[in-house]
């Protein structure tokens, strides 16, 4: 199964909760996450105003390998913002 695609497929199909099940899947399949992955995963919770869920994902790359990147940071701010969450 290709991940990244499948995640980013869903998001855009406005199929929220599909893709953060795929996210929990490659995590319990033990698939090393991407940025494409995070990114994909934060933009996610964008759509279904989910900032906390977005803002763990972005502190989860602490424990990895990811570098995260300027769309990440972006979709994560676009995301507290749909969620009208600035603190």
């Not at 995640?7 to 893709?19: D, E, I, L």
């Not at 698939?31 to 933009?43: I, M, P, R």
């Not at 279904?48 to 990811?66: D, Y």
């Amino acid at each position: 199964v290709t991940y990244n695609p499948a995640v980013s497929t869903c998001r855009r199909g406005c199929r929220w909760h599909r893709a953060l099940r795929l996210l929990v899947e490659m995590a319990s399949a033990q698939v090393e996450f991407t940025t494409v992955a995070y990114n994909a995963g934060v933009s996610t919770c964008r759509t279904g105003r989910l900032w906390v869920r977005a803002l763990r994902l972005v502190a989860e790359t602490s424990s990895t390998q990811v570098e995260l990147n300027t769309v990440t940071y972006n979709a994560a701010v676009r995301t507290c913002t749909r969620g009208c969450r600035w603190d």
